[in-house]
C-alpha cells in the first residue's frame, strides 16, 4: 500500500512538472537555488566559518518555491491563468497560491557575485573575488536551475589606530575630539562598514546634544589605511589605521553652536495664525508665544511640555523630548515641529514653532477582548470607557469605565474537577480614573528643562465583583492615588503614597460549604484555608513604590536586561485608629469599622536578562523573587489571597497547573481538588524560568525551555493554613519544582499566539516522607527527580504530567 501511495506521488510529480515546462519559454530555466562554496587564502588560512550561510542571505531575488523539486506555486500561477480584472476573484487566487515565475540568467548570478565582493570589502575581507555561474539541472524534463558561487576569501583586517584629524583648535573641534571617547571602532576588531556608518550617525547626536543643530554625518568622511603592514614589519600584515575628519567643503554654518530665540505654538491653523497680526505682538512668557483660537487650553501645558527656553543651547535631546511630551499629552492629532534660522548675518539664533492640530475633546469607546491570564484562565471582557481628554483645560485626563467578562481554566486536566468549582469566574464592576500631567503636591515642582518626561498624578476608584463559580463572590473597592515620573526613558518610578482597598466575601453558597466540609475524602486542612477565605473581610490602607530600569542596549550590543523591584507596605496608619473587637478578644486583630486592619510589608523583585546569540537565536532568562510579611496586628491573621503568589500557569514554572504547585511539599489530595479546584498560595516565591528562543519564519517561531521554583508560607501552620511541609526552612531548597518543554509561538505582529507543552523534572512533595503501614516499618521517600517515571505510551502518564499551555504574548 506504501509503495502504492508513493507511485501515486511520483507520477503525479512528473505529470505537474511536465505541465510546467509548457509554459517555460524555450531556452529559459526556472530559478530555484543558490550554492555558495568558500575558499580561504591557501597562504593566511583565514577563518571562514559560517561565510557561506551569510553569504546566500545576499542573494536576490529569492528563488520559486518548490516541493520536491516541483516549482508548485509557479504551477498554480500558471494553472489560474492572466486574470481579467486585478481586483477580482481569480486575480486573488492568482496571487496568494501562486508566485510569477523568475528565470535564471547568467547576469543575474555576475551580479550577486559582485555584491558578494562588495559585502566581504565590508566585513573587512579586502581583495577578495567571487564568481558565479548559472547550473541547469541534469534532469532533462526539468527545465530549472541554480546559481553555483565560488567565493576565495582573504584574510579579514582588523584595526590598529583610530584617529580623529583636527585642523585647529576651534570648539568644534574640541567637541569632536571628546565624542572619541564613546567610540565604536575598537583596536583590533574589523572595520566594519555598518560599524562605520553607525559611528558616523552617533556622533552627529552627541554634536546636535551640544547645539550643532545643522550638522549632518554626511559631513563626516572616514579613511581606511592598509598599507600599515607593508610600511612596518612590526606589524601584522592584516592590519588598518583608521582616520575621521570633516569634509573641508563643509559650511562653516554646520559647524556652529546654536541658541534659542523665540517659541511659538499654534493649536489652531497655520492660516489663522498668519492672519492674525497681534499673535507677534503677545508678551512671552519663558520665550513662548502661544497662539490658541479656541481658547482650549491653560499655557502652562505649553510651558511643562517644551523644555526649551529662551536663550538656551540647542540639545537634540530637549528636541525629542518636547516632541514626545506633546505626543504623550494625548490632547493632539499632529504635532509638527520647525526650526528656523533668524535671518540676520552671522546668526547663530532659532526660532521653534510648533503646530498643533487638537484631537476631539471627549469620546465613548467599546472594547470586546480575549485574553489569557498567568494562572491558565482565559475568557472574554466587554469594556466601554468615556474619556474627556481636557477635563479642566489643562490635558487632564478623565476615563470613567465599565466592564463585564469571565474565565474559565484553559488547559491542564479539567476532568479532575469535572463541576469546575473554583475554576470559572465572572467579574464586572465600575471605576474612574483621572490623570493629571504632572504633580499634584504642595511645593513640589519639577523643572521642565531638566526631566525628559513629564510627571504624573493619578487617582483612582473602582468597585468590582467577582463571582467564583458555585462557591462565593468577592466584593472589592479600592481607590489610589500615585505619581509616576522618570528623569529619562530608561528608568520609571511609580509612588502610591495612598492605596486604599476594602474586601468582602458575600453571596457564600454555604451548601456547597457543608458538603465540602463533611465530605470523608477531604482535607480538614484544605477545608479550614477555604472557609477561611470566603468568611475573612479585610480593610487594607498602605503605600507602595516601584521602579523600572531597562537600560537602553548600545549598538550591536548582543546583552540585554531589564530590572523591576518594589515594596508595598500597609496598616500602620490606620492601626492608630483600629480598636480590639468587644469581649474576649485576647490574640484578635484590630478592627476598623468592625473590619480587621492588615497590617504587612512585601517585596518584588524581577530580573531580565536576554542574549542574542544569532539574528534568529535569543537567549531570554528571568529571576522572581517576592515575600509578605505580615506583623504587628495581623501576625497571626491569615494573608489576603489576592497579595499572595501562587505557582504553575503560562507565565510561570509551566510543567504545573496554575495554582497547584506548592507550598512547599504540600500537594492537596484528589479529592478535595475535585471539589473546590486547585487553590494553593503563600507568602513567599522563588521563580527562575529560562528559555531559547529560535526564529523559524516571520511568522513561525519555536522555544526550548526550563523552569524553576516554588512557593512557601510563614509562620506557623495555623496562620499559614497549611501542614508544616508548606512552611519555608532551611531545606527550601530540597523543595524546588523543575520542569521544562517545547513551545511554538505565532507571531502576527499585532500579537503573539503561544502554545507551550512541558512536563515536571523534578516533583517537591516527592520528599515527603512514606510512613509504613506496619508500626515497626521504615520510613522512605520517593526521589524527586521523575525521569524515571517518563512513559509517553501510558494515557495516565500524559494526562498528569503533560501540561499544555495557551496564552497571548510571551512569558516574559
Known amino acids: 500500500m506504501r509503495n502504492s501511495v508513493l507511485g501515486i506521488l511520483v507520477i503525479m510529480v512528473t505529470l505537474s512538472s511536465c505541465s510546467v515546462n509548457k509554459y517555460v519559454p524555450e531556452g529559459q530555466s526556472l530559478y530555484v537555488g543558490s550554492k555558495v562554496s568558500v575558499q580561504a587564502d591557501t597562504i593566511t588560512k583565514p577563518n571562514v566559518s559560517g561565510l557561506a550561510s551569510e553569504l546566500e542571505a545576499i542573494v536576490k531575488p529569492p528563488p520559486n518555491k518548490t516541493l520536491l523539486g516541483f516549482p508548485w506555486k509557479v504551477w498554480w500561477w500558471y494553472f489560474i491563468g492572466e486574470p481579467k480584472d486585478e481586483g477580482g476573484l481569480r486575480s486573488w487566487f492568482r496571487n496568494k497560491l501562486g ?7 547568467q547576469r543575474v548570478a555576475d551580479i550577486n557575485a559582485a555584491n558578494m565582493v562588495s559585502h566581504l570589502d565590508n566585513e573587512a575581507y579586502y581583495r577578495s573575488k567571487a564568481t558565479g555561474k548559472l547550473v541547469p539541472s541534469k534532469k532533462k524534463k526539468r527545465r530549472t536551475a541554480i546559481y553555483e ?28 575630539i571628546l565624542a572619541k571617547q564613546k567610540t565604536l571602532l575598537k583596536k583590533g576588531e574589523p572595520p566594519r562598514l555598518d560599524v562605520i556608518a553607525t559611528e558616523r550617525s552617533r556622533i552627529d547626536l552627541e554634536l546636535k546634544g551640544k547645539g550643532y543643530y545643522f550638522f549632518n554625518p554626511d559631513y563626516l568622511i572616514i579613511k581606511v589605511d592598509s598599507t600599515i603592514g607593508k610600511r612596518d614589519s612590526t606589524l601584522a600584515p592584516q592590519q588598518v589605521n583608521i582616520f575621521l575628519e570633516v569634509k573641508p567643503q563643509t559650511a562653516q554654518t554646520s559647524l556652529k553652536q546654536y541658541f534659542i530665540n523665540k517659541i511659538y505654538v499654534n493649536t489652531g491653523s497655520q492660516e489663522s495664525l498668519l492672519a492674525d497680526t497681534t499673535a507677534a505682538r503677545e508678551p512671552l512668557r519663558r520665550g513662548l508665544n502661544i497662539k490658541d483660537p479656541g481658547n482650549l487650553y491653560k499655557r502652562r501645558i505649553f510651558y511643562d511640555a517644551i523644555g526649551f527656553r529662551r536663550g538656551n543651547m540647542y540639545t537634540n535631546t530637549m528636541h525629542n523630548v518636547s516632541l514626545q511630551r506633546l505626543v504623550n499629552l494625548q490632547n493632539f492629532k499632529f504635532v509638527k515641529n520647525q526650526f528656523d534660522l533668524v535671518p540676520r548675518s552671522d546668526s547663530a539664533l532659532l526660532d521653534v514653532r510648533y503646530d498643533l492640530e487638537p484631537l476631539k475633546g471627549k469620546a465613548l469607546q467599546t472594547t470586546l477582548s480575549a485574553s489569557t491570564k498567568s494562572n491558565n ?67 513640589v515642582r519639577i523643572r521642565p528643562e531638566k526631566s525628559q518626561a513629564l510627571p504624573k ?27 509616576i515620573w522618570s528623569k529619562n526613558s530608561e528608568v520609571v518610578h511609580t509612588l ?92 484578635m486583630p484590630k478592627e476598623f469599622l468592625q473590619v480587621p486592619v492588615f497590617q504587612y510589608v512585601k517585596v518584588d523583585g524581577d530580573i531580565r536578562y536576554y542574549r542574542t546569540i544569532t539574528p534568529g537565536v535569543k537567549w531570554a532568562n528571568r529571576l522572581l523573587l517576592g515575600a509578605i510579611k505580615p506583623y504587628g496586628n495581623s501576625k497571626n491573621m491569615a494573608t489576603p489571597q489576592f497579595k499572595q503568589y501562587f505557582g504553575g500557569g503560562s507565565t510561570g514554572i509551566r510543567a504545573f497547573r496554575a495554582r497547584a504547585l506548592g507550598p512547599g511539599a504540600y500537594t492537596p489530595d484528589t479529592a478535595t481538588i475535585a471539589l473546590i479546584g486547585y487553590q494553593n ?41 497549611y501542614d508544616s511541609s508548606a512552611l519555608i526552612g532551611r531545606d527550601f531548597i530540597k523543595q524546588i519544582a523543575v520542569g521544562g518543554g517545547i513551545g511554538l509561538r505565532l507571531d502576527f505582529s499585532f500579537l503573539i499566539f503561544r502554545l507551550d507543552i512541558a512536563t515536571p523534572f523534578r516533583k517537591p512533595w516527592y520528599t515527603k516522607e512514606i510512613k509504613s503501614e506496619t508500626p515497626e516499618g521504615e520510613v522512605t521517600y520517593k526521589n524527586p527527580w521523575v525521569f524515571n517515571e517518563v512513559n509517553f505510551r501510558s494515557k495516565a502518564w500524559r494526562k498528569e504530567n503533560l501540561i499544555l499551555n495557551i496564552a497571548v504574548g510571551l512569558p516574559f
Open 457 to 483: 498624578t493619578v487617582l483612582s476608584i473602582n468597585y468590582e465583583n467577582r463571582v467564583q463559580r458555585g462557591l462565593y463572590t468577592t466584593t472589592s473597592i479600592r481607590g489610589d492615588w500615585a505619581y
Open 496 to 587: 502610591t503614597p495612598i492605596a486604599i482597598n476594602y474586601i468582602q466575601p458575600r453571596n457564600v453558597n454555604y451548601e456547597r460549604l457543608f458538603a465540602i466540609a463533611t465530605s470523608p475524602n477531604t482535607n480538614p486542612v484544605d477545608v479550614e484555608r477555604l472557609f477561611t477565605l470566603v468568611e475573612q473581610k479585610y480593610f487594607i490602607a498602605g503605600s507602595n513604590y516601584s521602579v523600572s530600569y531597562r537600560p537602553t542596549p548600545r549598538p550591536f550590543a548582543r546583552n540585554q536586561y531589564a530590572l523591576t523591584g518594589g515594596i508595598d507596605y500597609g496598616g500602620n496608619l490606620l492601626s492608630l485608629f483600629a480598636k480590639r473587637p468587644s469581649g474576649d478578644s485576647v490574640g
Open 681 to 721: 498560595f503563600a507568602d513567599i516565591r522563588m521563580e527562575f524560568n529560562s528559555e531559547l528562543r529560535m526564529k523559524f519564519t516571520n511568522i513561525i517561531n519555536g522555544a526550548v525551555f526550563m523552569d524553576a521554583g516554588n512557593i512557601w508560607s510563614f509562620g506557623s501552620p495555623e496562620r499559614a493554613r
Open 149 to 176: 558561487f565560488d567565493a576565495y576569501v582573504m584574510p579579514r583586517y582588523v584595526m590598529n589606530e583610530i584617529n580623529y584629524v583636527v585642523r585647529d583648535s576651534s570648539l568644534f573641534n574640541r567637541d569632536l
Open 99 to 105: 508566485e510569477a515565475p523568475k528565470f535564471a540568467t
Open 377 to 443: 484562565l482565559g475568557g472574554s471582557q466587554l469594556d466601554v470607557a468615556w474619556r474627556n481628554r481636557n477635563t479642566f483645560r489643562g490635558a487632564e485626563m478623565l476615563a470613567i469605565k465599565a466592564f463585564f467578562g469571565f474565565d474559565v481554566q484553559l488547559g491542564g486536566n479539567q476532568e479532575a474537577n469535572p463541576n469546575r468549582i473554583g475554576n470559572e469566574y465572572i467579574r464586572y464592576g465600575i471605576g474612574a480614573d483621572l490623570s493629571f500631567p504632572r504633580f499634584i503636591i504642595p511645593f
